[in-house]
């Protein structure tokens, strides 16, 4: 560890590089800005002609495909896999396990495998070959699942001989890197993709993500506030070269440029950015520029070519032209989570190196978002807008008030021409512009005028857009819906006995009816069920297999009907059922029993209670009907497993289905 005054002598040798770096920047970005300026974009027409009630999430030069995701789970990191017959796979962890999702068509992605693992809000995998490894913070080692066929992944076997859990893992060059096992990191040779083989270990310091380049690692000490450079030409024996140490340092993650002389790194806390060191000299890493957006958290980035991607949290996807390092500039964005800046929600991780050149991300909340940049996109943006959460307009009440802020990233101070409309027409103000000073933060206050003719609570959303005058480009933040009655949670699940429906509800002291109205196939929506307020699910048992369901919840009051959210999910085929498992507790051998719809292939996947997978059993060639595979107990092995309770997933074409079963001795 280096002493206090080495640290403040790298400290005044930052700050006397960051402000040379600042006048390189305020002059290259004017020259940037006066070509963007001769160009010219006519964002006024746009602006004048935003439609209320038509608004879109926060995105810069991006284009939304397709999105996937339970909303029963919270997700973690993404990846992906690209197949030589072209197929795309996306790679999502969840709080229960990884979900495997086609996207090759990416406007309608299709979950073609779920590989249960232990419950974990932490989850993250690379590929190596055509294999996938997964680790997580709870148990069960690292998980190993083969993607040759891409389309039906299997999980071939977990590694647990020397960890049992991890962070984070980086795959190079035929070693996996795993991060925070027992506080270091781990190398294996990948050499036998399904038996790894430890090979080196170092943890000197705590690694929590770390990149590899050449045989040099960059380990991420985000509890050391700094990181360190390793040879590891030896994997036995990595030979620490450095440990660079930096003001407010939380170092989360690291990347380098593709030509190994740039490296990018993460703060993960309240006001880290993005920091961009020259490592050509690994020994004696310098300073050379960094990146902020709003008031937002970084979380994770990745480099493809001369572009930076980010998932910045509430931020979204921030994409950087880092052609030259000394001045990154934005030139894309998609805001996964359109509410407030701050906090540990929205994107957690970013995949862009699909062959298709299409984008994953994957939000804490709402899953898988597969975007693009789009073709002949506006130049770099230099300045953000943050947006509040949305509000609910009472009877009685005169105003709303809603407060942004504009970040101007700028070398130079702007003004901004701004614009604002409301979700339902109701009449906005809004100051006709706005000054900011170089690299500053400016309050917008927007204030929307409630008709005296309200009866009821209505939702109020506000989009602000913001025009720069010196380059004519525009950025335009959303506020978040929100109502009385918070719809937290409304999923829609088949079932062997219909459709089971639950909700979770922020009621704050409200009165009233649930009413859930459905609607079948083609049909238009009908009231079905009406419940009682405390009410938390419903067992829609009266449908037709195979058939799609919509299902609409609303709260009814005295002020009226109230529409909370829609879901949809398609019923089970005919039969496709379990049937349960007998004996149950068993000590010799037990039948898991179940019905087919149509003919054709099953597996059958136990698994500990770890998620660790312990026997796969499979049959083909059934017919429609009634059918049962039986388990003995024993592992893949043919070793006999110790008591306990174990859990099971039988799958075949469009079914699905899990339980459990109690081994006794």
């Keep these: 560890m280096p002493a206090v005054a080495d640290i403040d002598r790298f400290t005044e040798r930052v700050s006397s590089m960051r402000a040379a770096s600042l006048a390189l920047r305020r002059a290259v970005r004017a020259r940037v800005l006066r070509g963007v300026a001769l160009r010219g974009i006519a964002m006024l027409a746009f602006l004048a002609t935003t439609a209320p009630g038509a608004l879109a999430q926060g995105y810069y030069n991006t284009e939304l495909l397709g ?48 590989v249960i693992g232990a419950p974990s809000q932490w989850r993250e995998m690379q590929t190596h070959s055509h294999y996938a490894y997964i680790v997580n913070e709870s148990g069960g080692g690292m998980q190993i699942v083969d993607l040759a066929d891409p389309l039906h992944p299997i999980h071939v076997a977990d590694y647990d001989s020397t960890f049992q859990t991890a962070h984070t893992i980086h795959i190079r060059d035929g070693y996996a890197y795993v991060n925070g096992t ?91 950015h993005l920091w961009i060191w020259d490592v050509s000299d690994p020994r004696h890493p310098s300073y050379v520029s960094e990146w902020r957006t709003n008031i937002g958290i970084i979380h994770n980035v990745t480099v493809r070519g001369d572009s930076a991607y980010i998932a910045y949290y509430t931020e979204g996807l921030q994409v950087l032209d880092i052609s030259d390092p000394r001045m990154p500039l934005l030139v894309g964005s998609y805001d996964t989570f359109p509410g407030a800046s701050g906090g ?21 909340t709402s899953g898988l978002f597969v975007v693009r940049m789009a073709s002949g996109g506006q130049p770099a943006l230099d300045f953000f807008v943050n947006a509040p959460e949305g509000q609910v307009a009472q009877p009685g009440q005169q105003q709303a008030l809603f407060f942004f802020d504009v970040f101007n990233g700028a070398g130079t101070a702007r003004t901004f021409d701004l614009l604002a409309t409301s979700s339902n027409g109701w009449q906005v103000s809004v100051p006709a512009t706005l000054n900011v000073a170089r ?19 209505e939702r109020l ?66 009231e079905h069920a009406r419940l009682t307020i405390d009410v938390r699910g419903y067992e829609d048992a009266g449908v037709e297999p195979g058939v799609r369901y919509r299902y609409r919840l609303g709260l009814e009051t005295a002020a009226g009907m109230q529409v909370l959210g829609e879901t949809s999910v398609q019923a089970a085929a005919a039969h496709a059922r379990l049937l349960g498992t007998a004996p149950n507790p068993f000590a010799a051998t037990t039948s898991v029993r179940f019905e087919l719809a149509r003919a054709g292939s099953v597996r059958l996947a136990v698994y500990d209670v770890r998620g660790r997978l312990v026997r796969a059993l499979e049959r083909e060639g059934l017919q429609a009907g009634a059918h049962a595979l039986s388990w003995d107990g024993r592992d893949a092995h043919g070793t006999r497993l110790p008591s306990g309770v174990y859990l099971y997933e039988i799958a075949s074409s469009g079914f699905r289905a899990r339980g459990r079963v109690t081994l006794a001795e």
């Design 67 to 114: 999105q996937f995701g339970y909303t029963r789970d919270s997700y973690a990191a993404v990846w992906g896999y690209s197949a030589p017959d072209s197929t795309e796979i996306a790679i999502i962890g969840t709080s229960t396990g990884t979900s495997f999702v086609d996207v090759t068509d990416p406007r309608h992605p299709e979950e073609i495998e779920f």
């Design 182 to 272: 027992n506080g270091g990191m781990r190398i294996l040779d990948l050499a036998d993709p399904i038996h790894p083989r430890e090979v080196g270990v170092w943890n000197t310091r705590y690694v929590h993500d770390c990149y590899v380049r050449d045989s040099i690692v960059y380990a991420c000490n985000i509890s050391n506030a700094g990181f360190t450079a390793l040879n590891v030409a030896d994997k036995s024996n990595p030979i620490e070269l450095s440990f660079t140490p930096y003001p407010g340092a939380a170092t989360h993650n690291a990347w380098t440029t593709e030509d190994g002389r740039y490296l990018l790194t993460t703060d993960e806390n309240e006001g880290g």
């Design 344 to 364: 540990y929600r929205g994107n957690w991780g970013v995949y862009p190196f699909a062959a298709s050149g299409n984008i994953y991300l994957s939000d804490i």
């Design 439 to 457: 690299n500053g933060t400016e309050p917008i206050l927007v204030t929307v005028q409630i008709p005296a003719s309200l009866t009821g609570p």
């Design 461 to 526: 959303d506000v989009q602000l857009c913001v025009r720069s005058r010196s380059t004519m480009l525009a950025s335009c933040k959303q506020t978040r819906l929100a109502v009385p009655v918070v719809l937290q949670d409304f999923a829609a699940e088949a079932t062997a006995g219909g459709i089971a429906l639950r909700w979770r509800l922020n009621l704050d002291g409200e009165a009233g009816s649930l009413v859930l109205s459905r609607a079948g196939g083609d049909a238009a929506f009908s």
